[in-house]
């Protein structure tokens, strides 16, 4: 035991804890970087540079760390590139390394949900802010444990670097070894330098982790669980604010038309279009979705698009809004082809996301899409800061608006995945209304909800398109609501249009056979027929 203790405060060890630090913090901090660039190839849109990223990955994770420790010492000085032994090491390790930090990188980047960065293109973010604001904080999360444990591989791996002559812990302990023939006090002594050196990095991984975790409490909330009387209470939603309610259902439709149709489809008829859709054909490889489809939408108009699922619904929402590429037809919003210069070739993502921003095109998502990393409040108010330059201040007075009139003031610092589907869904429609859309789109908002939550979000956008006038496309299969609040429907068929015209006269009296047989099965589906 006397000897283990002298062995392990001996400074000649000891020093080579320091070299050791060296060549691990050389190697990590250089492949770091490196691996931040193959990430960034890796992930390009140009084939060349992802191409030239996977061979250096599949020659540096195909060799032993030993051959490129030798190459670095060895061979780089016959090109006149002369580094010293922790150079070297330094270098080698870097080299080694990148690769595996690339995946790492590169795995934390696509594994965040496609729909969370769809939502984030549909608010205008460009590329570098959602990157910065979207991806990486939600991607460093989830990196985290395997970054830890990268680094504790490196911390080991860096022994090796005794080949070529760098004085670090294991090579001394050996020379020491072969000195004085006490190899297990001396080697019992290292292993245990080699512990607390990883026990550090996992006690610093540990604190990242603890640091990023968005279920952490407060300081103030811990605090507070102490006190005797003061333990939080769960918030309640404040009778005022909660939305009215409604049959989730879609029941049927009204014996008689509202009062006011024909006035507001005579003043609608007056009005510019807000949205123009000509000759749109989109294919998926060979399977037609639109062919050939026109569809006008006038500003103040609400039209309701139905039809069987396959139909094109949802597709023809994401090319108005240019989150899908087509292969002839335009679509203009506002009186301009979104993502497409005067002469007709495509812009660039960042100038398409600043044209999105400049448009106001907003869209709410079947499926949500909300910032999982983000509260309520700032799901709503960040877009309005990142993307439209508002203050943090009058970003979120608009934000905390907003959820009052969705009635979800009491839980604006709520997380997403602490909401209920219903409750999501209302803040994805204030994220979309944040900026004063011209045109808002809705797609399916309904269908990833439980009945019993359907009603709350139909009554919030009945709110919008009766009240606030807003020009309104609504993908939809709940057909009591769309006569209540739809101008005109719009039945989509194999990817053309079956049949439109005024909501009420169509869905009473529908013309075509596809829109006759849709509505009887949506009847049988929902064990309600509608009114002859």
């Not at 190839?41 to 990223?53: D, K, N």
């Not at 072969?178 to 026990?199: E, K, Q, R, W």
């Not at 005022?240 to 509202?258: E, F, I, Q, S």
Request: aromatic fraction near 6%; proline fraction near 7%.
């Amino acid at each position: 035991m006397d000897l283990f203790l002298h062995y392990l405060a001996m400074p000649y060890l000891l020093q080579g804890i320091g070299f050791t630090v060296a060549v691990t913090a050389l190697g990590l901090g250089g492949g770091l970087a490196a691996g931040l660039v193959l990430a960034a190839m890796q992930l390009s849109r140009f084939w060349p540079l992802a191409a030239l990223a996977r061979a250096y990955t599949i020659v540096f994770r195909g060799t032993p760390l030993i051959l490129q420790l030798v190459f670095a010492y060895d061979a780089l000085p016959l090109i006149g590139l002369k580094l010293s032994a922790i150079g070297a090491a330094g270098l080698a390790l870097a080299a080694n390394e990148a690769p595996f930090i690339a995946e790492i990188l590169r795995s934390g980047v696509l594994g965040v949900d496609r729909g969370q960065v769809m939502a984030g293109q549909a608010l205008g973010m460009t590329p570098a802010v959602l990157m910065r604001r979207v991806i990486a904080p939600q991607a460093i999360r989830t990196m985290v444990p395997a970054l830890g444990n990268e680094t504790v591989s490196a911390l080991k791996n860096s022994s090796l670097a005794s080949v070529i002559a760098v004085e670090e812990l294991t090579l001394r302990s050996t020379q020491l070894a072969s000195s004085t023939f006490d190899f297990f006090s001396i080697f019992f002594a290292s292993g245990l330098m080699y512990l607390v050196l990883t026990g550090a990095v996992s006690l610093l991984q540990i604190a990242v982790e603890r640091w990023l975790d968005l279920d952490r409490p407060s300081a103030r909330s811990r605090v507070l669980r102490l006190l005797p009387g003061r333990r939080p209470v769960p918030a309640t939603v404040p009778a005022a604010l909660a939305p009215a309610p409604m049959a989730a259902g879609p029941d049927p439709v009204p014996a008689a038309p509202r009062p006011d149709r024909a006035k507001r489809a005579a003043a609608i008829r007056n009005n510019n279009p807000a949205v123009e859709v000509a000759g749109l054909t989109k294919r998926y490889g060979e399977q037609p979705i639109l062919s050939s489809l026109d569809l006008t939408v006038r500003v103040g108009e609400v039209v309701a698009l139905l039809g069987p699922s396959g139909s094109g619904k949802s597709t023809l929402l994401r090319c108005i809004n240019r989150l899908e590429t087509w292969q002839d037809g335009t679509v203009r919003v506002g009186g301009r082809r979104l993502g497409f210069r005067a002469d007709g070739r495509p812009v660039g993502p960042r100038v398409l996301a600043e044209e999105r921003a400049d448009v106001g095109v907003g869209m709410v998502f079947q499926s949500f899409n909300l910032f999982g990393h983000l509260s309520a409040l700032e799901n709503v108010a960040g877009p309005l800061r990142w993307v439209h330059g508002l203050s943090r201040l009058d970003a979120e007075r608009r934000a905390r608006a907003l959820l009052e009139r969705v009635g979800l003031a009491h839980r604006a610092d709520a997380l997403p995945r602490h909401l209920s589907g219903g409750q999501q869904q209302r803040v994805a429609i204030a994220r979309a209304l944040a900026p004063n859309p011209s045109v808002l789109l809705l797609d399916e908002p309904t269908s990833a909800l439980d009945p019993e939550l359907v009603g709350e979000v139909l009554e919030v956008i009945r709110r919008l398109a009766v009240e606030d006038g807003l020009t309104m496309i609504i993908s939809t299969h709940q057909v009591r609501f769309a006569d209540e609040v739809a101008d005109r429907v719009v039945i989509l068929g194999g990817g053309a249009i079956a049949e439109e015209g005024p909501a009420h006269e169509v869905l009473r009296h529908p013309k075509n056979p596809l829109t006759a047989r849709f509505l009887r099965a949506m009847s049988a589906d929902r064990a309600t027929e509608l009114p002859a």
